[in-house]
């Protein structure tokens, strides 16, 4: 028996990974480049391992949130260009410089801290202005009251080399009705980059926003670089499936360690919230919150067990669940998946009244990830 599958694994397909890249990659036109977000240990399907897998598929550009991420992908020796999406502190400009990692910019005086940290240096770091047109979060204003002015000081800072300039959708995965606001972002998103180029006499060479949401419902937004995430990993971010068959990457599975036999009025479980009714039998998993198994599906979610449904009873604890799995003849060391191909993710993910976004990040460093295809 494989080693890493004795108690609660996560099965990655590379292959679904590489249907999924070439299905999206097949909807650019040829000069368009391909950003994939590896962030949060490429939504926890392994960093290093998804970011081999888009170098040798010719994937252009890689995206993390921070710069431990990006440091992880260098130490590996992942040479594709890295942006960070998220906040590095000033003083560390130099170190982005050195790694060649190009980082967002969103906002002048951290633009200029971090030119000031590269006084000296010999180095120019590379960034991309973030630009903010609706999502409410980060980025320079790009609308109503504007502080473009500062945009185009940030272009101007000596020791920045501004390669690319990009926002964020954050309605693009909605429904019909809720995404159209997606244009009037997008139409910001092209009046505040043309009125930067326009003031500093200088094209941007990466112009970009499309995020899976987008890449699924919006092909107007690709321009020139799309920067999709979950979709990458074969799940669909809303409602539309814009005519791409996409297969989820990961499966999580755990091997059942006992069954027991329960008499009418045991209970299950800290804080007694199941009560067994009829002799039952109820397995023991491996699995538990520690593991990334939400703590809210408590007596609300199912097992599988190759087409049999088990319910999970109990609290979820930190590292064991139960599942009344009376009749089914489950045995230990029966394997159960609990989300993935067969019980799709977002599923269980509306149970826990959260998206899969979150399911597939919470699979913690102590799930081994075993690689298939
Ligand atoms: C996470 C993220 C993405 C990818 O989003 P998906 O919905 O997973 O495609 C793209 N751009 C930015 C700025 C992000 O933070």
């Known amino acids: 028996m494989d080693d890493a599958k004795k108690r609660t694994w996560a099965e990655i397909s590379l292959g679904a990974i590489e249907h999924n890249y070439r299905a999206m990659r097949a909807r650019l036109s040829p000069g368009c480049r391909y950003l994939g ?4 240990n490429a939504y926890g399907h392994g960093a290093v391992r998804v970011s081999r897998l888009l170098a040798e598929l010719g994937c252009d550009y890689l995206a993390v949130a921070c710069l431990d991420e990006a440091m992880e992908l260098r130490r590996a020796g992942i ?16 170190v982005l410089a050195e790694n060649d990692i190009t980082q967002a910019v969103g906002d002048y005086a951290t633009a200029q801290a971090m030119n000031d940290a590269l006084a000296g240096t010999g180095r120019k770091l590379k960034v991309h202005l973030k630009l903010e047109t609706g999502m409410g979060r980060t980025g320079f204003r790009a609308y109503g009251e504007t502080e473009l002015d500062d945009a185009v000081k940030a272009v101007k800072l000596p020791r920045l080399r501004p390669e690319g300039v990009f926002t964020h959708f954050c309605v693009s995965d909605g429904d019909v009705g809720v995404r159209d606001f997606t244009w009037e972002q997008l139409s910001r998103f092209r009046a505040g980059f043309t009125a930067i180029e326009d ?16 890449m699924l419902s919006f092909p107007e937004t690709y321009m020139d670089m799309v920067r999709p995430g979950v979709a990458l990993y074969g799940l669909y971010p809303g409602t539309d499936r814009g005519d791409v068959e996409l297969i989820p990457a990961m499966s999580l599975f755990s091997r059942t360690a006992y069954v027991q036999r329960h008499a009418p009025g045991d209970t299950i479980s800290y804080g007694r919230t199941f009560t067994v009714e009829r002799p039952s039998d109820i397995a023991v998993l491996p699995i538990g919150y520690a593991d990334g198994l939400h703590r809210a599906l408590s007596n609300k979610m199912s097992l599988d067990f190759g087409g ?66």
């Open 199 to 214: 003031r500093t006499g200088e094209r941007f060479e990466i112009h970009h926003c499309t995020n899976s949401g987008a």
């Open 37 to 40: 977000v590896v962030k949060a």
């Open 308 to 373: 049999r449904r088990a319910r999970q009873v109990g609290r979820i604890c930190m590292d064991m669940c139960m599942a009344d799995v009376t009749g089914l003849g489950v045995k230990s060391g029966d394997v159960a998946e609990i989300f993935g191909r067969t019980v799709p993710a977002g599923d269980v993910a509306d149970l826990a009244g959260t998206i899969h976004y979150e399911l597939l990040c919470a699979v913690s460093p102590r799930v081994p990830r075993v690689y298939v295809d």
């Open 79 to 94: 040479k594709l260009p890295i942006l960070i999406l998220g906040y590095t502190m000033p003083g560390y400009a130099p």
